[in-house]
C-alpha cells in the first residue's frame, strides 16, 4: 500500500477505491476508527463462517463496537468492546460462546492486537 499527501491528510489507492485517512474527519477517516473497524469487521467475517461451518442458521449478524481510548497516552486504544446482535432461529449460547471463542483465535486482527488491546466480545441472539 502506498499514501500520497494531501490537503487534510493521506490518501491510498486501493483496488476497491481510494482510502482518505487525516487525524481530522472533514477530510477523512480517522487513524483509530480504521483500527476498529479492522477489528470489528474482521470478527464479524469469521463470526459468520464459524457459525456457517457449525451449521448454525442465522439472517443477520449487527456488531456494536466501544472504544475504550487513554487521553494521557496520546489517545491510544486501551479496549474495544464488540456486542454482536445475532438474528437466527434456534440458536443457543453454548453454541454461540464456543463460536465467539473460535473467531477470537482466527481472527487476524485481533491476534494482531494481544497484549496492547483489550477486546471483549459480548453478544445478544435476537
Do not use: W
Not at 32 to 61: H, N, P, T, W
Not at 100 to 116: F, H, P, R, W, Y
Request: charged content about 30%; proline content about 2%; some cysteine.
Amino acid at each position: 500500500m502506498e499514501f500520497k499527501m494531501n490537503e487534510g491528510g493521506f490518501q491510498a489507492k486501493l483496488p476497491y477505491g481510494d482510502l482518505d485517512v487525516s487525524g481530522d474527519e472533514t477530510y477523512g477517516y480517522r487513524p483509530y476508527q480504521l483500527m476498529v473497524s479492522s477489528i470489528a469487521v474482521c470478527s464479524g467475517g469469521v463470526l459468520r463462517k464459524v457459525l456457517e461451518k457449525m451449521r448454525l442458521s442465522f439472517d443477520d449478524i449487527h456488531i456494536e463496537a466501544k472504544v475504550e481510548r487513554n487521553e494521557e497516552k496520546a489517545s491510544r486504544i486501551e479496549k474495544i468492546h464488540l456486542h454482536f446482535k445475532i438474528k437466527g432461529t434456534n440458536l443457543k449460547p453454548v453454541k454461540i460462546k464456543k463460536a465467539l471463542a473460535l473467531t477470537q483465535k482466527n481472527c487476524s486482527m485481533v491476534q494482531s492486537v494481544i497484549g496492547s488491546i483489550e477486546v471483549e466480545e459480548t453478544f445478544e441472539l435476537i
